[in-house]
C-alpha cells in the first residue's frame, strides 16, 4: 500500500485545515487508516483512526471534538478535518495503514505497516 498525504500548511490558531489521504496499491476495506504526528525533538503520536469497513473512529483526547476523520468509499479517500487549530498542533502529520488491529493497537504506531510522506502543519499564534 502506497500513501500519499497532503494538505498541510501554515494557518492562525483558531483556523481550519483537512488533510486529504490516498491510500493506493491495494484495497484498504479492511484496513485501519490512521493519523499520526510528530513535532520537533518528540515523538510520533497518534491523532485520529478510521476502521475502513466499520466507519468506527478513535481520536487522542488533545483533538477530540475539534477533529474529524474520516473515509470516502466512492474516491478512496481517508480525510483529516481539523478544526480551532493550536499551535501545538505544529507537526508533520502522516497518514498510516494497517490490515488488522485490535483496540488497544490502534495509537502506537509501531503496529502500522504502511506511512505515507508526511505533510507538514504550522499553526501560528
Known amino acids: 500500500v502506497q500513501l500519499q498525504a497532503s494538505g498541510g500548511g501554515l494557518v492562525q490558531a483558531g483556523g481550519f485545515l483537512r488533510l486529504p489521504c490516498a491510500p493506493s496499491?491495494?484495497?484498504?476495506?479492511?484496513?485501519?487508516m490512521g493519523w499520526f504526528r510528530q513535532a520537533p525533538g518528540k515523538e510520533r503520536e497518534f491523532v485520529a483512526a478510521?476502521?475502513?469497513?466499520?466507519?468506527?473512529?478513535y481520536y487522542r483526547d488533545s483533538v477530540k471534538g475539534r477533529s474529524t476523520i474520516s473515509r470516502d468509499n466512492a474516491k478512496n479517500m481517508v480525510y483529516l478535518q481539523m478544526n480551532i487549530l493550536k499551535p501545538e498542533d505544529t507537526a508533520v502529520y502522516y497518514c498510516?495503514?494497517?490490515?488488522?488491529?485490535?483496540?488497544?493497537?490502534?495509537?502506537?504506531?509501531?503496529?502500522?505497516?504502511?506511512w505515507g510522506q508526511g505533510t507538514l502543519v504550522t499553526v501560528s499564534s
Open positions: 496499491g491495494r484495497p484498504c476495506s479492511s484496513y485501519v
Open positions: 498510516a495503514a494497517a490490515p488488522r488491529l485490535i483496540l488497544s493497537m490502534i495509537g502506537v504506531p509501531s503496529w502500522y505497516n504502511y
Open positions: 478510521v476502521r475502513w469497513s466499520a466507519g468506527s473512529t
